[in-house]
C-alpha cells in the first residue's frame, strides 16, 4: 500500500476553532471518518502555530485519547498526515 492508494475529503471546516474535519478513502473502498486537522500551538511552539493532524479517536478516562485506526506502518502515517495537512492548507488558505 502506497500514498496514492488514499484519497482525502475535506468534510467540514470550523473557522473559529480552526479545526478541519476530514475523512480518507483507502483504495475507493475503504471510508475512514474523523481525521482532524488544527491549526494551533503547542507547549512546544507556544509562538508559533503550526498544522496538527491526528486519526480519529475516542476520549477515555482522565483525559486520555484512543486512537480508532492504529498504523502499522510509522512511514505511511507520516505520508498520510502529510497529505491531509496540505489538503486542509489548501482548502482553508492558511499558511
Known amino acids: 500500500m502506497n500514498i496514492q492508494d488514499f484519497d482525502i475529503k475535506i468534510k467540514k471546516y ?6 478541519v474535519i476530514v475523512n480518507v ?5 475503504i471510508e475512514i471518518r474523523g481525521f482532524t486537522v488544527r491549526y494551533t500551538t503547542t507547549k512546544y511552539s507556544p509562538s508559533i502555530p503550526i498544522w496538527l493532524a491526528s486519526p480519529p479517536c475516542i476520549k477515555g478516562r482522565l483525559r486520555t485519547y484512543f486512537w480508532i485506526v492504529e ?5 505511511l502515517w507520516q505520508l498520510l498526515e502529510q497529505k491531509i495537512i496540505t489538503s486542509a492548507k489548501e482548502y482553508t488558505d492558511i499558511l
Do not use: I
Open 25 to 29: 478513502l483507502v483504495q475507493g473502498e
Open 71 to 75: 498504523f502499522k506502518d510509522p512511514a
Open 14 to 19: 470550523d473557522k473559529k476553532k480552526n479545526l
